[in-house]
Nanobody, 127 residues
Framework: QVQLVESGGGSVQAGGSLRLSCAAS????????MGWFRQVPGKEREGVAAINTGGVWTYYADLAKDRFTISQDSARNTVYLQMSSLKPEDTAMYYC????????????????????WGQGTQVTVSS
């Protein structure tokens, strides 16, 4: 079965940085799409960034373009989200997601295009 395991969350002051990791197992990693989403209680899950696992194409929400970087280590089936200049509004549960097949062109920011989800890692940014 497919498993996605997030790590790297924690508490940080505004302006600080964190790097999230998502390790995939039992998953056809190559030529696929994996993304990062975040969610706060009472609100819908929103896309942060995504990456084509078989290439170098990356996608970002406007909120992430200047501060976050998504990358991967294909040898370890791991996707990272480097977050810098964190703001209190970045506080959320961050989830890793993966599509069953295809690429991010299917709509990287829609939760309905993803088939697998991790359990999430909490990021808390204090002012």
């Amino acid at each position: 079965q497919v498993q996605l395991v997030e790590s790297g969350g924690g508490s940080v002051q505004a302006g600080g940085s964190l790097r999230l990791s998502c390790a995939a197992s039992g998953y056809t990693y190559s030529s696929n799409c994996m993304g990062w989403f975040r969610q706060v209680p009472g609100k819908e899950r929103e896309g942060v960034a995504a990456i084509n696992t078989g290439g170098v194409w990356t996608y970002y929400a406007d909120l992430a373009k200047d501060r976050f970087t998504i990358s991967q280590d294909s040898a370890r089936n791991t996707v990272y989200l480097q977050m810098s200049s964190l703001k209190p509004e970045d506080t959320a549960m961050y989830y890793c997601a993966a599509m069953r097949n295809g690429g991010c062109w299917r709509g990287w920011s829609s939760i309905y295009n993803y088939n697998y989800w991790g359990q999430g890692t909490q990021v808390t940014v204090s002012s």
